[in-house]
């Protein structure tokens, strides 16, 4: 049961980078993004925060990015 929790725990904390990196526009390693007009984000990740996801399995804790805006 272990395995599948830190399976499913990697596959959750994945699923949350790309669509956070879907939804920016750019990846994590990359500190702004420019838009259609040239324009660059002033948003960029700053670390990450510890969150508890109650599941079927149990409590899971993962990282949550946090983003300055």
């Not at 324009?39 to 670390?47: I, T």
């Amino acid at each position: 049961m272990t395995a599948m929790k830190d399976m499913f725990k990697d596959i959750l904390q994945e699923v949350m980078e790309c669509e956070l990196a879907d939804e920016l526009g750019y990846e994590k390693s990359e500190r702004m993004s420019s838009d259609e007009c040239g324009n660059k984000s002033k948003n960029y990740r700053n670390g990450y925060s510890k969150k508890t996801v109650k599941t079927q399995m149990g409590e899971l804790e993962i990282k949550v990015l946090q983003i300055n805006l």
